[in-house]
């Protein structure tokens, strides 16, 4: 039982929930809406059964790269977190390297399957998501920026991967319905709209936990933003992409509110641009680890309404 509970923690059990949650949101709320009857008489639709399999696949190629993660950050993790080390501790390092490339293995074989049915740019991009997380976890995790924007990318995949499955206009030459084509605009500007909040998100998360784990990142020669840049010019950084995606935000609410979408704009003023204007004005406070632990802790959180805020379109507002 204890190895049980040893492998969830080293998958990030509660990580993959987040990524099945998003994509279940963004499929059922925006997707399966915006499809007419006719988009599911073509040869390639992106039906139900393919979107449970592209979830698992996600999930699994997810898990194996916080496995790697965890195989290669074993020193860097004995100086910012040995109360959670997993491998080595619990599991063996030969067992923690079975586990990738058999989890590993199994999403591609999914992800082959899925693109089989709908698009090729499904297989083609989950295995460079694969080859970037193992190579994020032994070279560009320990670089400047490279790292951060890796992460921030592959976290936005994690939306944009259903439009590119859902989007069969690919497959064919010839003219689709007009409301077809209408559809898949439509999902384009949600996908891109989510995929972009996550991206942003992500990346002021990444900067944030690497001056988080700055004395263990330095110690072992990790080119992070902190060690290089130093704390204070990380944190310029990190607040012109708040900055950025609160002013980006605060106009979407005035295409809502001319539209009339009340609900909407209420939502994103109080659970997500006044809890980024919060982060913004605690990142520059912050002073030790225990702050920059909670300012990461929030930005999952928002991150969380963010994504929920998926729900208000399945509504109707």
């Not at 990030?12 to 059922?28: D, E, G, H, M």
């Not at 998501?129 to 995790?141: E, G, H, Q, R, V």
């Amino acid at each position: 039982m204890k190895l049980l509970f040893a492998f969830f923690r080293l998958i990030r059990w509660p990580n993959l929930v987040f990524i099945a949650l998003t994509q279940s949101l963004f499929y059922y709320c925006i997707i399966v809406p915006a499809l007419p009857p006719s988009y599911y008489q073509l040869e390639y639709a992106f039906t139900q059964p393919l979107f449970f399999l592209l979830m698992i696949a996600s999930i699994l190629i997810a898990a194996a790269g916080y496995i790697i993660n965890d195989y290669f950050d074993i020193n860097i993790d004995q100086v910012n977190k040995p109360e959670k080390m997993v491998v080595e501790k619990i599991i063996k390092r030969r067992w923690a390297i079975v586990f990738h490339w058999s989890i590993t293995t199994a999403g591609i074989i999914i992800s082959l399957y899925v693109s089989y049915k709908t698009s090729y740019i499904v297989i083609v991009a989950n295995v460079l998501c694969t080859l970037l997380l193992w190579f994020y976890s032994t070279t560009f995790k320990k670089k400047l920026l490279s790292g951060n924007v890796i992460i921030s990318l592959l976290t936005a995949w994690t939306v944009l991967v259903l439009y590119f499955a859902t989007n069969s206009t690919y497959h064919f030459w010839f003219a689709f319905p007009s409301e077809i084509y209408a559809a898949m605009n439509r999902i384009f500007k949600f996908a891109v709209l989510y995929g972009g909040f996550a991206f942003i998100i992500s990346l002021v998360r990444e900067v944030i936990k690497d001056i988080e784990d700055r004395e263990g990142d330095a110690r072992y020669n990790c080119k992070t933003m902190p060690v290089v840049w130093g704390i204070p010019a990380s944190k310029v950084f990190a607040g012109v992409w708040l900055a950025v995606l609160i002013g980006t935000l605060s106009i979407l609410q005035f295409y809502a509110f001319q539209h009339g979408w009340w609900l909407t704009v209420i939502y994103c003023l109080l659970l997500v641009i006044v809890p980024l204007i919060w982060i913004l004005r605690k990142l520059y406070t912050a002073q030790n680890i225990p702050q920059y632990h909670q300012l990461s802790s929030a930005v999952k959180l928002l991150m969380l309404s963010g994504i929920l805020s998926i729900l208000l379109f399945k509504i109707g507002v």
